[in-house]
């Protein structure tokens, strides 16, 4: 069991954070659902793109953030030497029976399913190929993306194993979400396409099995349904697509330049999240697409998710790095938006020896706390602001490195790097 780091750095630049923690998983998560708890699905790493599994590499692994804020691994998953495409890629994203209980998982060539609470495999079927996407209907029917020598959608009985039919899609099937309008049900595809060839969202009638398709060019990273339309992040446009299934036509494309090669999106309050391989989450208000501010996490994050109205980050990766991050982090925003400002406090100079000043108007604050983290989350030094004065001097003994500099109290907070 571990148990949270720290309360760490809490940076956002029009978007108002009260706080943020740190809870420490398995190398490399990825994935984040909610349920009774917060869990994590954390990726397999190949540092040397071998296949073989080495003392240095880790194993997939499936985690829980319990109330106390401890965490504890559920499952851990044995190598999976088929997936080399890249040096983080199983598991792919899970799927849900509608009560959230069962949790379906694509393990060794095929699917299993898992009791979300006590994390016993309950079921499983053998499918074959590597499965990317998975989603669950109601009526018991499994549906896979399978890519390799071929690229398909399959559909499965779950109780059986049956499969009911295969559809050829486009190349590197990714994600598998429903949208429903009026009493008509499609099935999306979202294809990142082999390379120099075009992605696309695809749309298969679950009544007519006709399937309609829109090409999305370059790489769609992640889909989402909100109400009736498909809303897709397609990374090398830095765009949001919204898409009308009906007609199978682009409704809206929203700019989110703002989100550096973007990677998934959540939806909350009328306002789009989309996480962001810098390591940001641009946050834009809907229907109008304006952009509000960015909400920072500690690492670069793959995945987010909401858990009881708090914004949960998968720092996938540390930040500036391909190294695997372990962490994943809580934030609890408010509905407070504020202008986007340049922080009025300063680091003199920086870099910096042992010796350093934080300078600030004296109107900014009352009498607050400074707190020097490493890049760890660890508290390594703290000092006091005074309203009269213009600034603090310092003498430290650290080593050299990057370190985060906390100003503020619990209900204000001013972060310099």
């Given at each position: 069991?571990?148990h949270?780091?720290?309360?760490l750095?809490v ?13 420490e ?6 994935f984040?659902?909610?349920?009774d708890?917060?869990n ?12 073989v599994?080495d003392?240095?590499?880790?194993l ?7 109330p ?15 997936y080399l495409?890249y ?15 069962t ?11 898992f ?5 016993e495999?309950v ?7 590597q499965?990317s996407?998975?989603?669950w209907?109601?009526?018991?029917t499994?549906?896979c ?7 398909v ?7 059986s ?6 559809f050829?899609v ?9 949208v429903r309008?009026?009493n008509k049900t499609?099935?999306s595809?979202?294809?990142e396409?082999?390379w120099?060839?075009?992605g ?5 009638d ?15 990273n992640a889909?989402?349904?909100v109400?009736?339309?498909?809303f897709?992040?397609l990374?090398?446009l830095?765009e ?12 809206r494309?929203y700019?989110?330049?703002?989100a550096v ?18 390591g ?7 229907p109008?697409?304006?952009y509000?501010?960015r909400?920072?996490?500690d690492?670069r994050p793959?995945?987010a998710?909401?858990?009881?109205g708090?914004?949960?980050v998968?720092n ?7 190294v695997a ?9 408010t509905?407070?938006?504020?202008e986007?400002?340049?922080?009025e ?6 870099p ?11 109107s900014a604050?009352?009498?607050?706390t ?9 508290l390594?030094?703290t000092?006091?602001?005074e ?6 001097s310092t003498?430290m003994s ?6 985060l500099?906390?100003?503020g ?8 790097q």
């Amino acid at each position: 069991m571990r148990h949270v780091l720290t309360v760490l750095t809490v940076l956002c630049c029009s978007v108002s954070i009260s706080f943020a923690q740190l809870y420490e998983v398995g190398d490399s998560p990825a994935f984040v659902w909610s349920g009774d708890n917060v869990n994590v699905l954390c990726l397999q790493v190949d540092q040397n793109f071998d296949g073989v599994q080495d003392p240095e590499d880790a194993l997939a692994s499936w985690w829980r953030v319990l109330p106390d804020g401890s965490t504890e691994m559920v499952r851990e998953f044995s190598w999976q030497a088929d997936y080399l495409q890249y040096p983080f890629g199983f598991p792919v994203r899970p799927a849900f029976t509608e009560s959230r209980d069962t949790v379906f998982l694509y393990v060794e060539n095929g699917v299993s399913a898992f009791d979300v609470v006590s994390g016993e495999q309950v079921g499983r079927i053998e499918v074959g190929g590597q499965v990317s996407g998975l989603l669950w209907q109601r009526d018991g029917t499994l549906f896979c993306s399978v890519r390799g020598d071929e690229h398909v959608l399959r559909a499965y009985t779950w109780s059986s194993g049956e499969m009911l039919g295969e559809f050829e899609v486009v190349d590197y099937p990714q994600q598998l979400s429903f949208v429903r309008s009026g009493n008509k049900t499609w099935l999306s595809v979202l294809s990142e396409g082999s390379w120099g060839e075009s992605g696309a969202v695809q749309f298969l009638d679950t009544e007519t099995f006709e399937m309609t398709s829109i090409l999305a060019d370059p790489l769609p990273n992640a889909i989402h349904t909100v109400e009736n339309n498909v809303f897709v992040v397609l990374n090398g446009l830095a765009e949001v697509w919204e898409i009308d299934p009906v007609n199978t036509e682009v409704v809206r494309k929203y700019s989110v330049t703002e989100a550096v090669q973007p990677r998934d999106i959540l939806f909350r309050d009328n306002r789009m999240f989309v996480v962001s391989y810098d390591g940001g989450i641009a946050v834009y208000e809907l229907p109008s697409g304006e952009y509000v501010g960015r909400v920072l996490p500690d690492g670069r994050p793959e995945s987010a998710a909401w858990h009881e109205g708090e914004l949960w980050v998968a720092n996938t990766y540390l930040k500036e790095s391909f190294v695997a991050g372990n962490t994943v982090q809580r934030m609890n925003l408010t509905a407070d938006i504020a202008e986007e400002t340049q922080s009025e406090f300063l680091t003199m100079p920086n870099p910096s020896g042992a010796a350093f000043e934080i300078s600030h108007p004296s109107s900014a604050l009352n009498q607050e706390t400074v707190r020097v983290f490493d890049v760890r989350g660890k508290l390594v030094a703290t000092s006091t602001l005074e309203p009269a004065s213009s600034g603090v001097s310092t003498q430290m003994s650290l080593p050299t490195g990057v370190y985060l500099i906390v100003v503020g109290t619990n209900s204000t907070v001013h972060t310099v790097q």
